[in-house]
């Protein structure tokens, strides 16, 4: 069975600091393309950072640019999302995504259009003091 399963959310205070993580099962995360997308509440989901297996470009949303980090790890079949300098309206639920190669799309498409194949349940991030 398909599985990715996120952790790490949780209540920060602005300013922090929350590392999300997502384990895949029934499937190895090398050579998908990845992403993690938010929606913030009464929003539409967003895709906020992707890596697109076409060309392994990495691809931030402009609001978390500088900020947020997306790494994979294949040998524990996991990816992450480093999120530094947390603020309010970094809110919402959080999911990460997969999607089957090949890839013949971008980074910025995947995220944009939402290109995916397999997406985790989603993990709550709340940034208040």
């Known amino acids: 069975q398909v599985q990715l399963v996120e952790s790490g959310g949780g209540l920060v205070q602005p300013g922090g600091s929350l590392t999300l993580s997502c384990a895949a099962s029934?499937?190895?995360?090398?050579?998908?393309?990845i992403g993690w997308f938010r929606q913030a509440p009464g929003k539409e989901r967003e895709g906020i950072s992707c890596?697109?297996?076409?060309?392994?470009?990495?691809y931030y949303a402009d609001s978390v640019k500088g900020r947020f980090t997306i790494s994979r790890d294949n040998a524990k079949n996991t990816m992450y999302l480093q999120m530094n300098s947390l603020k309010p309206e970094d809110t919402g639920v959080y999911y990460c995504?997969?999607?089957?190669?090949?890839?013949?799309?971008?980074?910025?498409?995947?995220?944009?259009?939402?290109?995916?194949?397999?997406w985790g349940q989603g993990t709550q991030v709340t940034v208040s003091s």
């Open positions: 995504a997969a999607d089957q190669p090949p890839a013949s799309f971008s980074a910025r498409n995947m995220c944009i259009m939402s290109i995916v194949d397999y």
């Open positions: 029934g499937f190895t995360l090398d050579y998908h393309s």
């Open positions: 890596i697109s297996s076409s060309d392994g470009f990495t």
